[in-house]
Every structure is written in C-alpha cells, then in structure tokens.
C-alpha cells in the first residue's frame, strides 16, 4: 500500500533527478526517456503534457514556456523543409516567420480562402489558426487536410482560440499547438504553451536544445486551470454569443464579426467543425474612435490577451503595429477593429458596460460614469 495518495498532481521543483538509481538501474520517465534533468523531462509536466495530448485527441504532448516558445521551437525545426503560414494570424507568429525568411529559409504566407490551392510539395509544413486572430476567420480544416495528406505536407493548427472545447484537432492535423497562456490555463496568471502530436520524438531533441520547456510551477497552475475548461469555454462561447448579438443589431457598431453569427463568412465552416460553440472572442469596428471606447470601458479591460476569467479588450491595430503595413493591409486587419474577449462576468453586465462606453466615446464630453468607481478591489 502506498503511504498516501494525493489528488492533485505534486510539484516536482527539481532540477536534476538522480540518475541511475541507487540499484544502479536507469531511472525513466513515464514516456521511458532518461529522467535527469528538466529541461528534458520532469513528471509535474509530463502530467500537463498527457492531459492536454488527450483532450486534443493526440497520442503524445511537449509543453512550453509560452505559446511562442511551441510555435518558435516548430518553425526553426521546420525551417529547412519551407514553412507556410496563414497570414490571417497572431502578429508574433507572421514576425516570426518574416524574421526566418530574413534568414534565408522559405517562408509562403497564404490568404485564408487560397490555402488549399496553395499547398504544395515545395513546403514541409504549412501552419494555420483554427480561428484566426484578431479576423476570426475559420479556415475549411477538412479540405486543407486532405490537400495536405496528398501531398505529403505536414499541418499544424494553432487552436488556442477555438480549445479542444470547441475542436479537437487528433486525426484532422498532425500537430496541435495551444498558447495556455489563454484558455488551458484560464486565469491570466500564467505564460505556457503545448504542442500535441502523434509523432514528437524529434521535436522533443528540438525543445531540449533550445530549452523552451514549461517549468513544474507553471505546468501545476495550467493542470489546475483544465479542471475548469470545459465550464469556462462554454459559458464565455454563451456569453459571447450573447454579446455578439447585441453587436450586430446595436447602431453604434459599424461592423461584428463572431463564427456563431449567421452572418460570418465561414459560419457554414464554423458550424460543422465546431460542437455547436463559437468561442469567447468577438471583433467588431465602432462607429466611433475605438482608443476612446477602450477607455470608456469599465467592467471590460482594456489589455491584450484573452480567455481570461475577466473581459478584456484590445485594438489589433496596434499590436500589428510592428509588421510591414501592405502585410498588416493583406492580412485584412483595419484601423477601427476591436477584439473583445469575453469573461465570466454576467452577460448582462458585458453588454451594459460596452454600450456605455460605445456611447460615452460619442458623446462630446466623454463623460465615463464607472460602474465599478469606489471599487478598487474588481
Ligand atoms: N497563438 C495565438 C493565436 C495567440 O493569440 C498567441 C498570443 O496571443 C500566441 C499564439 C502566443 O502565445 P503566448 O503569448 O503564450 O506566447
């Protein structure tokens, strides 16, 4: 009998694990690789690790120390090979691979709607976002898949805005990448990533040479967060539903676009792959100043990030700010755009604090009246 069972996953905050054991026998790790030291394998993150593999419907899993650790460590073992990526995609990924082709190595960006035509033998591995960010688009998984299988090119989704709530990549793509900074771990607390796949042996080589493993303390708060995933994801996906309906029909608003609404581009898309939920995230353009709106938002932050227990909001203009504007212009990203992530407030509360700072950025005075003033617990 052992002398106690915990419940929750112990964290094993060691550097190095004796190797070999006092009977002179290896000591392994679960995946039957040397335990020695963590920058290679530590049993708190291997924890993480077949987790997230399982719920990405994946046989194996590597977590790292942030979502672009997982996306860096990938491309620059790809490199060589040719990389595409989608170009409707998070502005220090597109950075990233600029930065590569800078290099010398070759980098193809590739419009949503032209992907599948665009694959070709020429690249080793093409990199999408399942929602894109901040544009929201949903690319058409099964054809790119298929052209992908055909012609022997290796895909890796980027599904941190959808979740293996929403979708789980296993079967679909070869790799799964998740920044867990955001939904996995859930609480804004908290900078990870994972990769899933069936196949990790050399990625693995690669994250232990460029030491861009999770560490145990992080890797316990990201296990701690999944616990709640499936209730958070679906109660801000709801509430985001919620909100983008009050969007669409508010005259304050010029454009939404949101995957669950009839009126998005990839609805259709969207509706087949995904369970019936559209995620937390919603872009719309006001018909007014959009710094001004971010600043008359109370209940909402006004931060980056997203799949946090609070609302958060943020222009994409700016964090785009760094790249080539004709890239920013082909990436179809525009000046007025907002991504708003929505929390675990009450819906009601989201959408009454959003139209106050909708009309507040209108009204000449901009006068904030805070719902929150006097707390400054929130
Ligand atoms: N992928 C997407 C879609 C993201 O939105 C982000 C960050 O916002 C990342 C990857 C990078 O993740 P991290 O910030 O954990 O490095």
């Not at 977590?63 to 220090?92: H, N, P, Q």
């Not at 801000?236 to 983008?244: G, N, R």
Request: net charge negative; charged share 25%.
């Amino acid at each position: 009998m052992p002398e106690f069972i915990p419940l929750e996953t112990p964290i094993y905050m060691t550097a190095t694990f004796q190797n070999p054991l006092p009977d002179g026998g290896p000591s392994l790790s679960d995946r039957g690789l040397d335990l020695k030291y963590s920058r290679e394998e530590n049993p708190t993150v291997r924890k993480l690790e077949r987790l997230v593999a399982w719920l990405d419907g994946f046989e194996d899993g590597l977590a790292f120390s942030s979502g672009m650790a997982a996306i860096s460590t990938l491309l620059l073992s790809r490199a060589r090979k040719g990389v595409m990526v989608g170009v409707d995609a998070y502005s220090a990924t597109i950075s990233l691979a600029l930065d590569l082709r800078d290099m010398g190595f070759r980098v193809r960006f590739v419009r949503i709607d032209e992907i599948v035509d665009s694959i070709s033998r020429d690249y080793g591995l093409l990199l999408v976002e399942t929602i894109t960010n901040p544009m929201l688009r949903v690319p058409n998984l099964a054809s790119i898949s298929e052209r992908c299988d055909e012609l022997d090119v290796e895909l890796a989704v980027d599904n941190t805005f959808a979740s293996p709530v929403l979708l789980r990549p296993g079967g679909l793509a070869n790799h799964s990448i998740q920044s867990a900074t955001k939904y996995l771990a859930g609480h804004n607390d908290v900078i990870a990533g994972t990769l899933t796949s069936d196949e990790l042996r050399d990625l693995w080589e690669w994250r232990r040479k460029l030491g861009t493993i999770l560490d145990p303390f992080r890797s316990f708060m990201v296990i701690r967060g999944l616990h709640t995933l499936e209730l958070r994801v679906r109660r801000q996906s709801e509430t985001a539903m919620k909100v983008a309906r009050f969007l669409q029909d508010c005259e304050l608003v010029e454009w939404v676009t949101y995957p669950g609404l009839e009126s998005h581009l990839d609805h259709p898309v969207a509706r087949e792959l995904f369970n019936g939920l559209y995620g937390g995230v919603i872009t719309f353009i006001p018909k007014a100043d959009p710094d001004k709106v971010l600043r008359n938002l109370s209940v909402v932050r006004p931060a980056p990030s997203l799949g946090a227990p609070r609302s958060l909001a943020n222009r994409p203009w700016s964090s785009a700010s760094s790249l080539p504007p004709d890239l920013v212009r082909y990436m179809g990203i525009r000046e007025g755009v907002i991504r708003l992530s929505v929390g675990l407030e009450d819906p009601e509360v989201i959408i009454a604090d959003v139209e106050r700072a909708l009309k507040a950025a209108r009204s000449p005075s901009g006068e904030v009246p805070s719902l929150l003033a006097g707390d400054p617990h929130y």
